[in-house]
């Protein structure tokens, strides 16, 4: 029943709500910004890939110096382990920089150019001393101690993993 007066609560109607609005079909501008999300995750799956291939090198590299400091635990091997661990610092730099800026450095300008490739110097007087040891020594290496010899190891693991490659890697040379 209806009041006469207009303020009556009693004279209170439903709210009739609009149609839903459909999802579908799109506007145009969620359109442009699929294709644009789809072009950004594109480049950025593009970079991956070409950073992942571009460190081949690396990952073979740390397999190999992996072995080599499983070797160190063994005495038997641990003189032929330290001998390899300066001809895998060589043959990686030779894989990512011009052989002719690498092949023909040796000691304290070897030594300065692996430090120039890392943000913290890690062939240091004393790393460098050992790293020179065992690479020219002829005879046994047993008399290098075995905190000289994880020191060196830790050294080229970090060079390694961390030196900062030429700005295009060449494909395989000859080492």
């Not at 080599?68 to 661990?85: T, W």
């Given at each position: 029943?209806?009041?006469?007066?207009?303020?009556s609560?009693?004279?209170?109607?439903?709210?009739?709500?609009?149609?839903?609005?459909?999802?579908?079909?799109?506007?145009?501008?969620?359109?442009?910004?699929?294709?644009?999300?789809?072009?950004?995750?594109?480049?950025?799956?593009?970079?991956?890939?070409?950073?992942?291939s571009?460190?081949?090198?690396?990952?073979?590299?740390?397999e190999?110096?992996?072995?080599l400091?499983?070797?160190?635990?063994?005495?038997?091997?641990?003189?032929?382990?330290?001998?390899q661990?300066?001809?895998?610092?060589?043959?990686?730099?030779?894989?990512?920089?011009?052989?002719?800026?690498?092949?023909?450095?040796?000691?304290?300008?070897?030594?300065?150019?692996?430090?120039?490739?890392?943000k913290?110097?890690?062939?240091?007087?004393?790393?460098?001393?050992?790293?020179?040891?065992?690479?020219?020594?002829a005879?046994?290496?047993?008399?290098?101690?075995?905190?000289?010899?994880?020191?060196?190891?830790?050294?080229?693991?970090?060079?390694?993993?961390?030196?900062?490659?030429?700005?295009?890697?060449?494909?395989?040379?000859?080492?």
């Amino acid at each position: 029943m209806k009041s006469p007066d207009p303020a009556s609560l009693q004279n209170l109607n439903d709210i009739v709500l609009p149609a839903q609005v459909n999802w579908w079909p799109l506007a145009t501008g969620w359109y442009f910004l699929f294709a644009l999300a789809l072009i950004v995750l594109a480049w950025f799956g593009y970079r991956s890939i070409k950073r992942w291939s571009s460190n081949r090198y690396r990952r073979a590299a740390l397999e190999a110096f992996h072995r080599l400091e499983r070797d160190m635990h063994d005495d038997a091997r641990r003189g032929d382990g330290l001998r390899q661990i300066p001809v895998l610092i060589k043959r990686t730099a030779l894989s990512v920089y011009p052989r002719k800026q690498v092949a023909s450095l040796a000691g304290a300008g070897w030594h300065q150019f692996l430090n120039s490739k890392t943000k913290k110097p890690l062939f240091t007087e004393p790393v460098a001393e050992i790293l020179d040891r065992v690479s020219y020594s002829a005879g046994d290496l047993n008399e290098i101690s075995p905190q000289a010899a994880a020191t060196l190891l830790e050294a080229t693991h970090h060079w390694l993993k961390n030196h900062r490659a030429a700005s295009r890697p060449q494909g395989p040379r000859e080492t």
